[in-house]
């Protein structure tokens, strides 16, 4: 009995724990494996030297700085090329058909995409490939500009280099091996898809955001920030976003509340909002 009422105030704790950070980041910890996030966190207490997760809880709100180092011991750092596939479907199938329509309509040939936050640049460069599958022979109709950024510039020059370990390719679904040749164990992406990718290194806090673009996936980025912050972003992407656009945050994010009314929701489980037509 004695065990289960431990056990009870544990679980007890650890789910306020994951309430917090969930409240606090917007970083929504349910969707990974309980024994997961478990192991992780007690990697933390074990170097912090703390006992409990209400310590935990009580060292995020003295040490802010902590919860970086808590997205680092989950790997949450990492990027894949057409992470979540299924996004990557919804873009190719829905969104950049979508895209196209609303450009021939309005005889406007440049489309500009925004990859904020794009870390080796596996999220733009699969951006690039997705367009280029879509609009096949019609390339040329149209002036594609793919702007990965970030904050950090070691990540931003491997992205540069357009060359991956081999492993990575299986990522990539099959008909899209087209977009890259391999190099024995690694392999670097064609200069036609590289050619509509540039990377800028770009604090999202500080510096200029990219403007008038169709398109913004800021995915797993926000994990990093506080609520008030994720709001300060969000109103920048908004401005930053032409008429219609697009926005796409990552699984685990949500749009925070005082900006739900401004974007119209696209997709709910894909985190895929838009700026209503209407809208300057
Ligand atoms: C987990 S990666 C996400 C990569 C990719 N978007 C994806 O979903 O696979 C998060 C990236 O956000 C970048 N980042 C964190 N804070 C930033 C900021 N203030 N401005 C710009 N980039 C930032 C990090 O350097 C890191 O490369």
Not at 59 to 75: G, I, K, M, V
Not at 103 to 120: D, E, L, N, P, Y
Not at 167 to 174: A, C, F, G, K
């Amino acid at each position: 009995m004695e065990g289960q009422q431990a056990d009870a105030v544990y679980r007890g704790s650890l789910s306020k724990l994951l309430d917090k950070i969930r409240n606090e980041r917007g970083l929504d910890l349910a969707q990974y494996r309980e024994r997961y996030v478990e192991r992780r966190i007690a990697s933390r207490l074990h170097l912090l030297d703390i006992h409990t997760y209400r310590q935990y809880a009580e060292y995020l709100d003295q040490n802010p700085q902590e919860y970086a180092s808590l997205l680092n011991a989950l790997t949450i750092n990492v990027t894949q090329f057409f992470r979540d596939g299924t996004v990557f479907k919804l873009f190719r199938e829905k969104i950049v058909p979508d895209i196209i329509k609303s450009k021939q309509a309005r005889h406007q040939r440049m489309i500009r995409v925004w990859s904020a936050g794009c870390a080796t640049g596996q999220e733009p460069y699969s951006l690039a490939m997705s367009f280029l599958s879509v609009m096949d022979s019609r390339s040329n109709d149209f002036l594609l500009s793919i702007q990965g950024t970030d904050i950090d510039s070691n990540v931003l020059t491997t992205a540069r280099k357009a060359v991956y370990p081999i492993e990575q390719l299986e990522h990539i679904p099959r008909p899209d091996h087209k977009y890259v040749d391999v190099l024995g164990d690694t392999f670097r992406i064609r200069p036609e898809v590289t050619k509509l990718v540039r990377f800028q290194y770009l604090n999202l806090f500080e510096d200029k955001p990219i403007h008038i673009v169709d398109v913004i996936f800021c995915r797993n980025v926000f994990i990093y920030f506080t609520r008030t912050e994720q709001e300060r972003i969000l109103e920048l992407f908004w401005a930053s976003l032409s008429r219609g656009g697009y926005l796409v945050l990552g699984r685990s994010e949500r749009l925070a509340t005082s900006m739900i009314g401004r974007f119209e929701l696209v997709d709910g489980r894909e985190r895929v909002y838009r700026k209503p037509l209407g809208m300057p």
